[in-house]
């Protein structure tokens, strides 16, 4: 595999990790525009329909200077003949310079792994989305000025919400606190997780809902994903979901004063418009952060290739 490929957590280095906030702060502060990838071909290929991902992705591209190539549906492609992604994906990378993908299955390091070119994994299925966790990740440091010992609570669906599987992973090498309040069938997979962190990973009942908001930095709420139970019978509802797993104002207030609710979006009746004026809302700023964090992320990548 390409060693500046990003497919998960678990190989994207610490190291990387602090270049990327570094050169996601210079990107903040600087008031033009650089031309660092004049020349340099992305291909755009999301198999998943995306709206913040892909338009954050292609902006950071075109503001560094370079040019795009994109593909919004297999039907694009040869996928749709029967033919295998490693082949698509080899083939593509004899054209440009990047790849950034969202595939609508989990993502394994041995399918890129004959790649000549670097490939960024944009959302992969029920699988990860490293990007969308350096976005996070750089939305919380900017409020509380550090990433370590942090009272993290995840609501909703985290079985499915691969936004959650990668900021869990990146905040558990902080030392953060990690706490989800899910239904039954739906807590966040544990099996990747260090077994030196699995007990930094707390499973809180509904009834113990309102005693954690209390406790809590950041509250990380995700829609209900029914697009992703349609093979099952006996999750609940959409209504049923939100009732037990939505916000709402009088639980906004038994938050702390400096902590903040986060979404990765496209929101549900989970996250209602109602509360976007508190100011603990701190989801459009996740969006705000989105397309300077990916200019990071474009950079770091062609950085690291003028070091090698």
């Not at 790649?115 to 944009?122: E, F, G, Q």
């Not at 992969?124 to 409020?143: N, R, S, W, Y």
């Not at 699995?198 to 990380?220: F, G, N, S, W």
């Not at 990916?294 to 062609?302: D, G, S």
């Amino acid at each position: 595999m390409h060693s500046k490929c990003i497919i998960d957590i678990e190989h994207l280095s610490p190291i990387r990790v602090d270049r990327i906030m570094e050169l996601s702060y210079e990107v903040q502060e600087q008031e033009t525009w650089s031309s660092d990838l004049n020349g340099v071909l992305m291909a755009s290929l999301f198999l998943e329909p995306s709206t913040r991902t892909r338009f954050s992705f292609d902006a950071a591209m075109l503001r560094l200077g370079g040019k795009i190539i994109s593909a919004n549906q297999a039907e694009e492609l040869s996928l749709a003949k029967g033919e295998q992604l490693i082949d698509v994906l080899k083939s593509i990378a004899e054209y440009v310079d990047l790849i950034v993908l969202r595939s609508k299955a989990r993502l394994y390091h041995y399918e890129v792994d004959e790649l000549s070119i670097p490939l960024i994994n944009a959302g992969d299925g029920e699988g990860q989305h490293p990007t969308q966790a350096l976005v996070d990740l750089f939305t919380i440091k900017e409020h509380f000025a550090r990433l370590g010992d942090l009272n993290v609570l995840f609501i909703g669906d985290c079985k499915h919400a691969r936004t959650i599987h990668s900021l869990a992973r990146l905040l558990l090498r902080y030392n953060s606190n990690i706490y989800c309040c899910t239904p039954e069938n739906m807590e966040i997979p544990k099996d990747n997780i260090e077994e030196k962190n699995k007990k930094k990973v707390m499973d809180i009942t509904p009834k113990a809902l309102e005693d954690c908001l209390k406790i809590a930095d950041v509250v990380y709420l995700v829609r209900y994903q029914k697009e992703r139970h349609q093979k099952y019978s006996n999750y609940l509802s959409e209504h049923e979901y939100t009732s037990k797993y939505g916000i709402t104002t009088p639980q906004l207030e038994l938050m702390s004063q400096n902590s903040i609710v986060m979404h990765p979006f496209p929101r549900g009746l989970e996250l209602p418009t109602s509360i976007d004026s508190n100011y603990r809302a701190a989801y459009f700023e996740q969006q705000r952060n989105a397309t300077l964090v990916r200019t990071a992320i474009l950079r770091e990548v062609f950085e690291r290739e003028e070091e090698e």
